[in-house]
């Protein structure tokens, strides 16, 4: 049985995207990541910041747009742009997951598409140095504490992905296969993923 929808989960620093697009580019494959956002943005009427902001990092958050994305509209009888904003995302990566053949990075989409069977849901870890030589060489960030900026990015990924799914991110039981790409490199994972998918 091939795989026709591949969901990647990542730690931040764990080289996830690129693995998730190294996959695409293998099979053939849509790939769904910035694409994802804009999609988000377009059919819900919010800019790309918000999205961002409150998409993948909502609650636990302290900035003005998280906050923003957080407040209580019930007043005027409306969700949260929170919640609108993944009810949106709910449905485009329902929608992308009818076509197939796509790549999915992030987003609790392995939870959104949980009931189907041609769904492949990955995450991948890596031990620390890695992940910090990544956020510092590849992604110039961390400056002098990139300890504390992979452990807050990870906690609010955490956070969202328990607010939305009453479920554990990273937790084996929530994936198909999980693989340290700090132990097998992007490359191989790739190739692992792929090789499984087909």
């Not at 989960?9 to 994802?36: M, P, W």
């Amino acid at each position: 049985m091939g795989y026709s929808i591949i969901t990647i989960s990542r730690e931040y620093g764990s080289g996830g995207r690129n693995i998730g697009k190294a996959v695409a580019e293998k099979l053939g494959y849509e790939f769904y990541d910035n694409a994802l956002v804009d999609k988000i943005a377009k059919e819900s009427g919010f800019a790309e910041e918000i999205i961002k902001d409150a998409g993948e990092y909502a609650t636990s958050g302290n900035s003005f747009l998280f906050s923003l994305s957080m407040s209580n509209l019930s007043e005027i009888n409306m969700p949260s742009i929170s919640y609108q904003i993944y009810a949106v995302q709910r449905k485009i990566i329902t929608e992308l997951a009818e076509k197939g053949n796509c790549v999915i990075v992030g987003r609790c989409a392995d939870y959104i598409l949980k009931d189907r069977e041609d769904v492949l849901n990955v995450f991948i870890s890596a031990d620390m140095e890695f992940r910090k030589n990544r956020i510092i060489n590849v992604y110039n960030e961390g400056g002098n504490k990139p300890e504390k900026m992979l452990r807050d990015k990870d906690k609010k990924r955490k956070t969202y992905y328990r607010y939305y799914t009453d479920s554990e991110w990273g937790m084996s039981h929530n994936y198909h296969i999980c693989l340290d790409s700090s132990k097998f490199g992007i490359e191989k994972c790739a190739d692992i993923i792929s090789d499984i998918a087909k």
